[in-house]
């Protein structure tokens, strides 16, 4: 059901995630005859929000406590292109971590 996922905590009290949704696959968690398409509405469903959830706590189990993602948002399309294009990881992450500030620090609140 994941597509990306960017972990978040540097100098912060615990780590966070932005994930984005497989829309390939995302329908494996919605019921039959649920009509909601859009990964826009897609990723504010409570019933996804818990199937990433499912996931995230099954990932954490496997990492020491400080290492463990303690809050994470569902992006509804994956990060851009532009991130991408940075040479180095790092510089994708801080390209994304920058657009999405308001969004990390939410999780902080």
Known sequence: ??????VYGDRKPYLTAL???????WHRGRSSG???????????DQ?????????VKEKNQHLASFETIKRFTILSQDFS???EKSP???????????KYRDLLE????
Do not use: W
């Open 106 to 109: 939410k999780m902080y609140a």
């Open 1 to 6: 059901m994941i597509s990306q996922a960017m």
């Open 81 to 83: 292109q532009e991130a």
């Open 47 to 55: 019933r996804v929000r818990n199937l990433v959830a499912d996931i």
């Open 34 to 44: 649920d009509q909601r398409d859009e990964p826009g509405r897609v990723c504010c």
């Open 88 to 98: 180095r990881p790092e510089g994708q992450a801080a390209f994304v971590s920058e």
């Open 19 to 25: 994930i984005t949704l497989d829309t390939k696959n």
